[in-house]
């Protein structure tokens, strides 16, 4: 049981860190950083620091690990911050799965939903046209 209420707590913990950051950098690079909270400072100003010796998806890596450990904590995790779960492998192996927009089977569902917005667009057009045909 205890097992089970860790991982719930380190899936939920990080996701929010994840989110945080996110939000947090985000703020940052528009200009908000004064109004971050403190510890998202911290956190930010050691990512920034980290920027200079590391690449930025190595220094993100990091960051949200720790904003992880802060939270898993705060949420009454005990000890130390688990690693994420590998995920399970595939049927056909460990190979991992490509992004969807690099599948061909992924344009035949993107073309169906752009379609119907292309209708709708081409209605509009055709009835603000015949709107100013019958008005002049």
């Known amino acids: ?28 690079k528009l200009g908000s950083f004064d109004d971050l909270p403190s510890n998202a ?8 620091a980290r920027l200079e010796m590391m690449s930025e998806a190595e220094s993100t890596g990091l960051a949200v690990r ?5 939270y898993y ?15 399970k ?6 190979k991992p799965q490509p992004a969807p927009s690099a599948t061909r089977k992924s344009t035949g569902p993107m073309i169906r939903k752009s379609l119907p917005a292309l209708l709708i667009f081409a209605s509009m057009v055709a009835l603000i046209v015949t709107y100013r045909f019958l008005t002049h």
């Open 73 to 87: 904590s705060e949420m009454g995790g005990v000890g130390a911050a688990p690693e994420p779960q590998a995920r």
């Open 89 to 94: 492998p595939t049927a056909e192996g460990n």
């Open 41 to 48: 400072q911290k956190f930010l100003t050691n990512y920034r």
């Open 1 to 28: 049981m205890a097992s089970s209420s860790s991982t719930s707590i380190a899936k939920k913990a990080r996701s929010k860190a994840e989110a945080d950051f996110a939000t947090w950098l985000m703020m940052a």
């Open 66 to 70: 720790e904003v992880y450990g802060a």
